[in-house]
């Protein structure tokens, strides 16, 4: 079974630019969540899908969105970039609610 | 809401020693428990899992952790540790019962296994 999927594996962006990150779950999971993770700020939950409905939304600002397909795939989009958006954006899967996540391997983004 | 204190931001120990890491939970409700590793450029890797039953769970590679209720902790614990479990180490939470697999991570431990 292949596991969560997540493509680019490294980005650089401008300032200003928006970039859409996206993420393949294990099949036949329903549930994606993007977590981001920097040295600062640890990993920060950014937010859930579950049926192509947004469940659940972390604490970050409206220059980030994301949105799930009827396949589970989901993507992520952060339009407006800032330096400090430079991270690594992770996304995670579940099948279930209350059950373990699954994490692909991430994607490095870098804004200079 | 949740939080988790993991107060070890570094260990470092000999190839062959005991280790524990430690993981503490606040929560005004129940929880599920995790701890995850990440190896470096890498993502996370479920280590271990406390949903229910038996306080004491282990892992495949040696590992394992006690979830102690009254004292709101989930310790990380091997008797002995190579050189390949240099790693960073996440504890992690979620709400028990509730529809979400939202996951409230700690600060992480980098454990550094020296020869």
């Known amino acids: 079974k292949a596991g969560v999927t997540q493509t680019p594996r490294y980005l650089i962006k401008t300032r200003g630019q928006q970039v859409t990150l996206s993420c393949s779950p294990i099949?036949?999971?329903?549930?994606v969540s993007w977590y981001q993770q920097t040295p600062g700020q640890g990993l920060q939950f950014l937010f859930e899908y579950f049926s192509e409905t947004q469940r659940n939304k972390g604490n970050f600002p409206g220059r980030f969105s994301g949105r799930q397909f009827s396949n589970s795939r989901s993507e992520m989009n952060v339009s407006t970039l800032e330096l400090g958006d430079s991270a690594l954006y992770l996304c995670a899967s579940s099948q279930q609610e209350n059950t373990e996540a699954f994490f692909g391997q991430g994607t490095r983004l870098t804004v200079v | 809401a949740q939080s988790v204190t993991q107060l070890d931001s570094q260990v470092p120990v000999f190839e062959e020693a005991p280790v524990e890491l430690r993981c503490n939970y606040s929560s005004s409700v129940s929880v599920y428990l995790f701890w995850y590793v990440q190896y470096p450029n890498q993502g996370l890797q479920l280590l271990l899992k406390y949903l229910s039953g038996s306080t004491l769970v282990e892992s495949i590679n040696g590992f394992e952790a006690e979830f102690n209720k009254s004292q709101t902790s989930f310790h990380l614990r091997k008797p002995s540790v190579h050189i390949s479990d240099t790693a960073e180490y996440f504890c992690?939470?979620?709400?028990?019962?509730?529809?979400?697999?939202?996951?409230?991570f700690g600060t992480g431990t980098l454990l550094a296994v020296q020869p």
């Open positions: 992690a939470v979620s709400e028990f019962g509730g529809a979400t697999n939202k996951l409230i």
């Open positions: 099949s036949g999971h329903r549930s």
